[in-house]
Structure formats: structure tokens, C-alpha cells
């Protein structure tokens, strides 16, 4: 069975830091795309931060660009999203997720397994 497991969620303040852990067990993703979203109440499910398994080719949304950073540890078959300078609007759930596609998928359409999200809340 395979699954996506997120952790790292939390309050904290704006301009403070957290990191986001995806655990992946039930099958091998050396070849995926591994991605995060994110879903604020209200709104649509929206890119990330996505990192290629194989190889470490990212990709960003310009909105966290600079602020934040994916990266995975193969021998932990984790994946983690280094958050830093976090704002209010950074206020969301947070998906992991994996996609088989090629390239750096950026539609959560294109993405084949989904965790269950993390809550993360930016205080003003």
C-alpha cells in the first residue's frame, strides 16, 4: 500500500521557520517527481515546490521562491520542505504528493499519490 505521510506542521509566527517532512512507503519513487501543494480556505489547491527524485532538478512557485526549499533523502525515502521567512498567506494545508509524469509537473492533476496534509498557520 503506498503512502504519504506529512509531518511537520504548526503554528508559528510570521518571519519564523518550519519544516515539512513526507515520509513514502508502499513502493519506489526514484523515478517520480516528488511534489508540494498547498490549499488555503476558499481557494484552489495550488503548486509548491516539486524535486525530481532522480537527479534533484526542482522547481518553484514564484511566490515561495527564495523563502523555501525542497529536498529528499533517499536513504530515508523522505521528503522535506524547509520554510523560512514564512508570511500569513503562507496560512494553508500542506499536500505531499508524487507524480510518474516527465519533467517538473505543476498540476496537482498530474500528480498519481497524495498524503493526507499538514496544517501550517502563519501568525501576524
Known amino acids: 500500500q503506498v503512502q504519504l505521510v506529512e509531518s511537520g506542521g504548526g503554528l508559528v509566527q510570521a518571519g519564523g521557520s518550519l519544516r515539512l517532512s513526507c515520509t513514502t512507503s508502499g513502493r519506489t519513487f526514484s523515478s517520480y517527481v516528488m511534489g508540494w501543494f498547498r490549499q488555503a480556505p476558499g481557494k484552489e489547491r495550488e503548486f509548491v515546490a516539486a524535486?525530481?527524485?532522480?537527479?534533484?532538478?526542482?522547481d518553484y512557485a514564484d511566490s515561495v521562491e527564495d523563502r523555501f526549499t525542497i529536498s529528499r533523502d533517499s536513504a530515508r525515502n523522505t521528503v522535506y520542505l524547509q520554510m523560512n521567512s514564512l508570511k500569513p498567506d503562507d496560512t494553508a494545508v500542506y499536500y505531499c504528493?508524487?507524480?510518474?509524469?516527465?519533467?517538473?509537473?505543476?498540476?496537482?492533476?498530474?500528480?498519481?499519490?497524495w498524503g493526507q496534509g499538514t496544517q501550517v498557520t502563519v501568525s501576524s
Open positions: 504528493a508524487a507524480s510518474r509524469f516527465t519533467g517538473i509537473p505543476t498540476t496537482s492533476g498530474m500528480y498519481n499519490y
Open positions: 524535486i525530481r527524485w532522480s537527479g534533484g532538478r526542482q
